[in-house]
């Protein structure tokens, strides 16, 4: 039973964790509206299950790197208030992991859209 209420926390704990992000985290909001509106172009455009998928596997990928930064951020602002160097480079290496992820998952994007987009034409 101890076990079953440990694991009920745990997810409990999760979603803290995402109500947070979306609540304190404005680029996370902007990404659950991108993700919202490829969905929806995926759905218009009648895109395969696989590349669906894909879509799906890079939206993932965004989200959690942007979860991510947003737990070295908090974790580097509670350790220290003084300007460093170190914290500096730990929230910039986090803000680079989203922006990598992001660009990676445009170009992604970008070639699973552009033929059928080239359909229209």
């Known amino acids: 039973m101890d076990s079953q ?3 009920i ?3 409990k704990y999760a979603i803290e964790g995402v ?3 979306i609540k304190h985290n ?3 909001r902007i990404y659950i509206g991108v993700a919202i509106l490829v969905i929806l172009a995926s759905i218009l455009f009648d895109v ?3 590349e669906m ?3 799906g596997v890079m939206i993932l990928l965004v989200f959690i790197c942007e979860m991510i930064n947003t737990a070295i951020e908090e974790m580097v602002n509670l350790i220290t208030t003084e300007h460093r160097q ?3 480079i730990a929230k910039d290496v986090g803000a680079g992991m989203v922006l990598i992820t992001s660009l990676g998952s445009v170009i992604v994007g970008f070639l699973i859209f552009f033929p ?3 359909r229209l034409f």
Do not use: D, E, M, W
């Open 26 to 28: 404005a680029n996370f």
């Open 116 to 118: 059928y987009i080239l």
């Open 5 to 7: 209420n440990s694991l």
């Open 48 to 50: 395969n299950p696989f």
């Open 53 to 55: 998928g894909i879509l």
């Open 19 to 21: 109500v947070f992000s």
């Open 86 to 88: 170190q914290a500096k």
């Open 9 to 11: 926390k745990s997810f």
